[in-house]
Structure formats: structure tokens, C-alpha cells
């Protein structure tokens, strides 16, 4: 679900509040920019994915790469999600958070030989394998170890899951996971190395899907895979697919979770004994927060009216990295016309912009503006570009709020600098 319609992200009393807490006062008290998270909405998001796949023995890994702050860690571990990781940093984010291990799979192209020897000291599910090299270190770092280690081949399923090319993942010419064919050679390999353990086959398509096809087409190549490997003796449990699910950040209609369970069932339900992970990331974590911004300048040009704020694209590079398009209001509810602006921010690149042509009610500065839908790969994507300081980060619940991640300091800023 997004904020657009998300009661718990509206306006009460003309201004617009997060759960019960208006954003005005978490901007007097926490200062901008803030991402501000609706813990309501964040396990909302995790419980109805955990619904929709409970015909079948699942686990949703919740992809920590979207929102990695340890305070939502925990909300997702407090439910009994475990995590999809891709770097050494995230597994020790999930330590720090409990995350059960055991619930921990390990995706990506190039995992490094410490990253893999740290994973299997944590005790982790599953390696999800991307090439030969990776899984031949592997086999190396846990037979130094005296372990097994457990695997996953990521399959590239050549599916076109129409979404933006930089986040398309499982179409041929990506750099992402194996052919059928050469995956077969894998389990080949892994069944032959005794210090590998072929528990699973994986895949991940892309994200931002905005309809089940892409899914269920996966679902179908992944099938076959699995019952074929079945048939010629390399008995795997575990069938990840990833994450991918969309959310509505504009005009899109992305299936609910209740669909997007029912389609991938309808195709996987029937294979015995299967436990299925699924890895979602953005449609847990997308909706949830909003990026709070204060305005510092009204600029008017011949051609353009620009809302100068203290936001901009280090805080959240997505409209210029992407084109992606984030709703923004206003905090204070306004009845005036609006006027058609470009909200932007103080990084000297033309690139760094929240919104194009927008229609927005006129704004003076010191008001706040929220940036809706900010919740996946905002805060995570955020960088210290033009020596920002990233932004603080604040979780609500209910009527109360707390800071979840300080605002850098400056000190911060020249943290390993040596001089
Ligand atoms: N699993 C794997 C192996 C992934 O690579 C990803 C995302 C996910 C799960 C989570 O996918 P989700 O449910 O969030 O779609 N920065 C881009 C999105 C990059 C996606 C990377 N992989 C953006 O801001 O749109």
C-alpha cells in the first residue's frame, strides 16, 4: 500500500501528521531533513506479505539494503522476518538488530572471501551463488573453516519485468545470477564438494513490479528447474524469489500483497515440501517514511519558479538517479491554487531536484514540505555529497516518536580523515 491513502500518513487538523504526531513538531524538535518512519505502516507491510504466503511454509527476508536503520531492524525481527543481505555491513547490521541467522540469506554478485568466512561464522541460511568463481571461494573459505556451507544458485530466469533498466535484474544481458543451464553445473559441482550444501534455488527479477506476470513468469521457469534438479537426485528445499514487488508512488496500480501471494501460489503451491522465501524490500519499507524538508528560498526565473529546500539529491538521489517521481505536500493543508514548480535542493549540480513542473501550493520559507514514499533507498542511498551531513531519522508509534539516527555532525563528516 502507498501513503497516498494510508491513514496513518494524513492530515489531522490541517496539518499533516504521521500516526498521531504532526510533523511540524518532529521538524522543531529533530530539524530537517528527516526521514520520518510510520512503524504502524512498516510492520503493516511486513504482516501482510506474511499473510499472503501462509497457504505454503515460508519466511520473509526482509531486503535490508532498502531501509537498514537497526531501530527498523528490530521492528522487522520482532515480528519474526529474517533479512536479505548482501555485504558483510548488513550482516552486522542484523546482528545488532537479533535477527536469527538462521533466517539470514546472503545475496549479490561479488561477495569477498572475509564477507562469505563472517556469514559463516553467523551461521546463516543460505548463500544465494552467482557465478562459478563465487562458488568455488566459497567451497575453499568453509572447508578452511571446517563448515558447510549451505547454498542457493540465483538463477537468471530471462524474464522482462518492465520496470526502470537500472533496477531490471533477471533479463539475459544482466549481470545478476546464472543461465538455467549453467546452474545445473553448479548443483553438479556443490553436490560434489563436501564443503558445499545445495538447499535452494533463488532468483530476483527486478523491483518496482507493477504487475504479477513478470512474477508468475519466473515462477514458472523456477519450477521446472526445481522439479527437473528433483528428478535427477539434487533434492533442494528452499525456492527464494526474491523481492520486486511495487508500490503506488504516482499513477501506478501495483498488485496488493494478497495478490502477489495468491499469484506466485497458484504456480508454486502444488511442489511438496517446498519452503518458500520471498525477499521484499521496497513494499515493506517504501510507504512508510516520508522525507521531511524545510523550505529556505522562493527563486523566480523567467522561466521557472524553484522552491529552494534544505533537501536535495544526497538525501534522496532517486528523482535524479531514476526520474522517479515522489509526491510532495505541503505540512501545513493549504487551500490556494497551486502554483507549478521545480523543488530543489542546495547541491551545485542541476541534476539535484525532488520534483519537475510540480503543481504545489505556495510556500514561504521556514515551512515544512514531506516527501512521500521515501521509506526504500532514501535514507540507505543517501551520501555526504557537497560535505552534507545526511539526514537524521525518526520513528514514530502512535501518539510518540523517537530518533532513531542522530543528524551527522560535522565532526562526523571528517570521521578516518588523517591530516
Ligand atoms: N533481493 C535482491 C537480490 C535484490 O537485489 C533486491 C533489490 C531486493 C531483494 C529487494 O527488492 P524490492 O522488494 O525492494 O524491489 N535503488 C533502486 C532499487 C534497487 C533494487 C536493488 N535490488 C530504487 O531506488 O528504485
Known amino acids: ?21 504532526e510533523l511540524n513538531k518532529i521538524a522543531a524538535e529533530a530539524g530537517t531533513p ?15 506479505i506474511d499473510q499472503a504466503l ?50 539470514i540469506v546472503y545475496s549479490g554478485v561479488g561477495k569477498a572471501a572475509h ?16 557465478s562459478a568463481q563465487e562458488l568455488s571461494l566459497l567451497a575453499q573459505v568453509a572447508s578452511d573453516k571446517g563448515k558447510v556451507a549451505q547454498i542457493a544458485v540465483r538463477v537468471n530466469p530471462d524474464v522482462d519485468p518492465q520496470t526502470h533498466p537500472y533496477v ?3 533479463l539475459k544481458e544482466s549481470k545478476f545470477g546464472v543461465p538455467a543451464a549453467e546452474a545445473m553445473e553448479l548443483y553438479r559441482i556443490a553436490k560434489n564438494t563436501p564443503s558445499l550444501k545445495a538447499i535452494g534455488l533463488d532468483c530476483h527479477i527486478g523491483s518496482q513490479l507493477v504487475s504479477v506476470a513478470p512474477f508468475v513468469a519466473a515462477c ?7 522439479l527437473d534438479l528433483r528428478s535427477q537426485g539434487i533434492n533442494l528445499t528452499y525456492i527464494d524469489l526474491g523481492g520486486g514487488l511495487g508500490i503506488r508512488y504516482n499513477q501506478e496500480k501495483p498488485p496488493t500483497a494478497k495478490e502477489y501471494g495468491e499469484a506466485v501460489l497458484n504456480v508454486l503451491g502444488d511442489i511438496d515440501d517446498l519452503f518458500l ?55 501545513n493543508e493549504k487551500n490556494q491554487a497551486p502554483l507549478t514548480v521545480d523543488v530543489v535542493g542546495p547541491v551545485c549540480e542541476s541534476g539535484d531536484f525532488l520534483a519537475k513542473d510540480r503543481p504545489l501550493a505556495p510556500v514561504e520559507p521556514g515551512e515544512y514540505l514531506a516527501v512521500l514514499n ?22 514514530v508509534e502512535g501518539d510518540s516518536f523517537k530518533l532513531i539516527k542522530q543528524r551527522e555532525t560535522y565532526d562526523n563528516l571528517i570521521l578516518g580523515e588523517i591530516f
Open 277 to 331: 522465501i520471498v525477499e521484499p524490500g521496497r513494499s515493506v519499507a517504501g510507504s512508510a517514511a516520508v522525507l521531511l524538508i524545510k523550505v529556505l528560498y522562493n527563486k523566480r526565473t523567467d522561466f521557472k519558479h524553484f522552491v529552494v529546500t534544505d533537501g536535495a539529491m544526497n538525501d534522496l538521489i532517486r528523482p535524479c538517479l531514476y526520474g522517479s517521481y515522489h509526491q510532495i505536500k505541503t505540512v
Open 220 to 226: 514458472e521457469r523456477l519450477k521446472r528447474l526445481f
Open 115 to 130: 564477507e562469505m568466512a563472517e556469514a559463516l561464522d553467523a551461521g546463516i541460511l543460505m548463500f544465494n551463488v552467482e
Open 374 to 395: 521515501a521509506g526504500a533507498y532514501g535514507m540507505t542511498m543517501s551520501s555526504n555529497y557537497n560535505s552534507r551531513t545526511r539526514p537524521a531519522e525518526v520513528l
Open 34 to 48: 528527516t526521514y520520518v518512519y510510520s512503524n504502524e505502516i512498516f510492520a503493516e507491510n511486513i504482516i501482510n
Open 168 to 170: 531490471a535484474t533477471g
Open 1 to 21: 500500500m502507498s501513503n497516498f491513502d494510508d491513514k496513518n500518513i494524513d492530515y489531522k487538523n490541517s496539518v499533516l501528521h504521521v500516526e498521531g504526531v
Open 54 to 103: 501462509r497457504g505454503a511454509a515460508h519466511l520473509v527476508c526482509y531486503s535490508v539494503k532498502v531501509a537498514s536503520n537497526v531501530g527498523l531492524l528490530k521492528k522487522a525481527a520482532g515480528l519474526g522476518a529474517g533479512a536479505d543481505i548482501v555485504s558483510g555491513g548488513e550482516l552486522y547490521r542484523c546482528r545488532k538488530a537479533g535477527i536469527d541467522p538462521k533466517k
